[in-house]
């Protein structure tokens, strides 16, 4: 009996079994031709779909896409044209339509950026103009023949000016040509306004308009004049000279207390003048300079310290904040020059003294001057 049951469950496995593996068979079957029917009608939906689309016309692509990173190589990075520029080309500036010429008497350079007296006038060089205070004055360093350089682009020998004693002589003016005379003949007023009786002998009859020459007076009184004159005739061109350093010099000594406190005196004039121009700085050339310095109690001995002078220019296409190369040094005699050719007036052609070319941006004038 039990041999019979137990021969009866083997045929029953055996028969399951086989069964569940033919229904396996069959199903794997089905789902291989059910596949392929899908496919081939997927395909034939896929073609219909490519040829109604707009972009059917596109190439199906044959090569593997480019993956993009982030760093890629250089040698295969992509190279792009140089952009074309568009920036408008600087114009030209303006030709300055007044000039100032401010003479500090006695000052010595190291005075202005050594100290703390002079904080104006050392910011207007370092951040609105082109200076130097490695410029050089004339032989002999005195006030008449440095003057007469910077007027008239001569050196002492040329002019002949060779000391202070002619202004003395009634009626003796200065004979060479000027920066006087070459502002008239170009219709432009000129003033002369100066703390020294001596400087009378620049203002040529004729050639200047408005003179006031004192025989003594603090850079004050001298600002205050100079300011008046600006106020009711305005100017083409015109000197000043702020003389109390140097009678500070004379008296106590350059470099000493009082000196310093004309100098910061000086600094002060020149500020309370320059404030009164307003929107006419923007048109007008500047230059501050001195004719000579000094050591000790005088400044003719021909020493470094008496013939080292500051000049500072500011002004219409004057380069801002810039420090002239200490060589070739700015001569003194190098201001009239520099000034006609700012101006597009002609320079004459046996000038002791050459344009200060570095001082300016290279776009330079609408006008072309004389070189």
Same mark, same amino acid.
């Given at each position: ?55 059917? %016309?596109? @190439? =199906?692509?044959?090569? &593997? ?8 190589? !250089?040698?295969?990075? #992509? ?75 001569? %050196?002492? @020998? =040329?002019?002949?000016? &060779? ?8 009626? !003796?003016?200065?004979? #060479? ?195």
């Amino acid at each position: 009996m039990n041999r019979r049951s137990t021969s009866s469950n083997t045929i029953f496995y055996i028969f399951l079994a086989a069964t569940i593996m033919l229904v396996s068979l069959l199903g794997a079957t089905a789902y291989s031709l059910g596949a392929q029917l899908f496919g081939s009608w997927n395909a034939s939906k896929t073609s219909e779909a490519l040829a109604e689309s707009p972009h059917r %016309d596109l @190439p =199906i692509p044959t090569e &593997t896409p480019t993956i993009f990173i982030d760093h890629a190589p !250089a040698e295969t990075a #992509t190279e792009f044209p140089e952009p074309t520029s568009t920036l408008t080309p600087a114009t030209p500036c303006q030709r300055p339509e007044h000039v100032l010429v401010i003479v500090l008497d006695g000052m010595r350079p190291d005075a202005i950026w050594r100290t703390s007296k002079a904080p104006y006038i050392l910011d207007l060089a370092r951040h609105q103009g082109a200076y130097t205070w490695y410029a050089q004055t004339v032989n002999p360093s005195k006030t008449l023949p440095a003057h007469t350089s910077l007027l008239t682009g001569y %050196d002492v @020998p =040329i002019h002949g000016v &060779t000391g202070n004693d002619v202004s003395k002589d009634e009626g !003796a003016y200065l004979k #060479t040509k000027s920066l006087f005379h070459f502002a008239k003949e170009h219709n432009w007023f000129t003033a002369l306004v100066a703390g020294k009786k001596k400087l009378s002998f620049l203002g040529q009859p004729g050639v200047v308009d408005v003179q006031q020459v004192y025989k003594e007076a603090d850079n004050f009184t001298v600002a205050e004049y100079t300011i008046q004159v600006i106020g009711m005739k305005g100017f083409g061109f015109m000197l000043i000279n702020f003389s109390f350093t140097d009678a500070m010099g004379h008296a106590e000594g350059w470099m000493s207390d009082p000196y310093l406190e004309a100098v910061a005196q000086a600094d002060q004039a020149v500020r309370y003048v320059l404030s009164v121009l307003n929107d006419h700085l923007e048109t007008t050339l500047i230059v501050i300079t001195a004719d000579h310095g000094g050591l000790g109690y005088t400044h003719s001995l021909n020493r470094p310290e008496d013939e080292t002078i500051p000049w500072i220019i500011t002004g219409p296409c004057v380069k801002e904040g810039f420090e002239l190369p200490s060589e070739p040094r700015v001569r003194i005699f190098d201001t009239a020059p520099t000034i006609l050719w700012a101006l597009g007036w002609e320079i004459p052609p046996d000038s002791s003294g050459r344009v200060i070319r570095e001082a300016f941006e290279e776009i330079g004038f609408s006008e072309v001057g004389t070189p």
